[in-house]
């Protein structure tokens, strides 16, 4: 068995399945969330196992071996995603923070006389 059929036992690309980006096998984790919680949060890959245990640690493994075979497609899932974030974060403003401005102007204006 090849390094590339075990990775391809553990790492399945769906159209219309988490956008069609590279995911664990039979699960809803990309690969991408794998090697944020890996190199990002500085996870090792047993704690993403214990973390999720749906997964093994040789999925955990395949996922991060797909993640250094295809770092630049990954790196820029991964900027996309964060951008889009910002996006909606600029464009929908919280609804607490919202409630909260509303509840500070509205005791501003109390007089306590």
Same mark, same amino acid.
């Given at each position: 068995?090849?390094? =590339?059929?075990?990775?391809?036992?553990?790492?399945?690309?769906?159209?219309?399945? !988490?956008?069609?980006?590279?995911? $664990?096998?039979?699960?809803?984790?990309?690969? =991408?969330?794998?090697? $944020?919680?890996? /190199?990002?949060?500085?996870?090792? %890959?047993?704690?993403?196992?214990?973390?999720? %245990?749906? $997964?093994?640690?040789?999925?955990?493994?395949?996922?991060?071996?797909?993640?250094?075979?295809?770092?630049?497609?990954?790196? &820029? &899932?991964?900027?996309?995603?964060?951008?889009?974030?910002? /996006?909606?974060?600029?464009?929908?403003?919280?609804?607490? &923070? &919202?409630?909260?401005?509303? !509840?500070?102007?509205?005791?501003?204006?109390?007089?306590?006389?």
């Amino acid at each position: 068995m090849t390094i =590339q059929s075990v990775i391809a036992e553990h790492i399945a690309i769906t159209p219309g399945v !988490c956008g069609g980006k590279p995911r $664990i096998a039979g699960h809803r984790i990309k690969v =991408q969330d794998i090697a $944020i919680w890996h /190199e990002y949060l500085g996870m090792c %890959p047993d704690e993403i196992a214990y973390h999720y %245990p749906s $997964i093994t640690l040789a999925d955990v493994y395949a996922a991060l071996a797909y993640y250094h075979d295809h770092l630049e497609e990954i790196r &820029q &899932q991964i900027a996309e995603g964060e951008a889009f974030a910002e /996006e909606l974060k600029t464009k929908t403003p919280s609804l607490l &923070q &919202q409630k909260l401005k509303n !509840c500070n102007a509205t005791n501003d204006s109390i007089s306590f006389r």
